[in-house]
């Protein structure tokens, strides 16, 4: 599934053909936001504390493969258990983990705003008072997250969204490792390539420091206007 930040501001037109629910458990669907191959993200309404909400929705019948169907559902489950334990202003909130017929969904916190890849799409060189605004709040929020015991091992552009009052929010955790738990993978090299640190790439043990790599690689692509390095791709 592609990044929640990426589905919620994308501005995309989706034509897939599907029956959309009226709602999820107790949230009414009253928008679709995105949709990608794993499942569906909807704007949806709480009525019992009356706000919306961004509901990420997984299909529970992925493949046939069921051990990568697992991995994917235990991959879903982790985001909410990471997320769950973190209270920052700096960090997407999430309400609820639930299922619903054929999906199991996250009810989150909706943000307004852009994705930090749409913004320097747009803009490659971004005024240095803005990049220092936005290494302090992603900064703010991985040292609470690391404080907690959460790593979120995937930080890039496409991961934080900006408001439009300039607030950073730290997204999609669906890989995050939390201390002391034995999580499962979806795959055995974990991150985004261009911002994973080596040990990353090696699969040698890593800590909290690969997000604090992420965040330098960011810093580079942000003061530079290109990324540090060149992602070889397979043919």
Known sequence: ME???????TGKTYTRSMKHPDHLGKYAITGLLGEGAMGVVYKGYDPGIGRQVAIKTIRK???????????????????ARAVGRLNHPGIVAIY????????AFIAME???GRDLSQILAATPN???PVILRVMHQLLDALEYAHSQGVWHRDIKPANL???SAGQLKVTDFGIARIESAALTQVTSTIGTPGYMAPEQYIGESFDHRVD????????YRMLAGQPPFRVQRSR
């Open 126 to 128: 971004l005024p240095e």
């Open 61 to 79: 019948s992925l493949s046939e493969d069921r051990s990568t169907e697992d991995a994917l559902s235990e991959r879903f489950r982790n985001e």
């Open 110 to 112: 909706f943000v307004e």
């Open 212 to 219: 604090i790599f992420a965040a330098g690689v960011l810093l």
């Open 3 to 9: 990044p929640l930040a990426t589905l919620l501001h």
């Open 96 to 103: 609820d983990l639930g299922e619903h017929e054929d999906n």
């Open 161 to 163: 969204i900006i408001t």
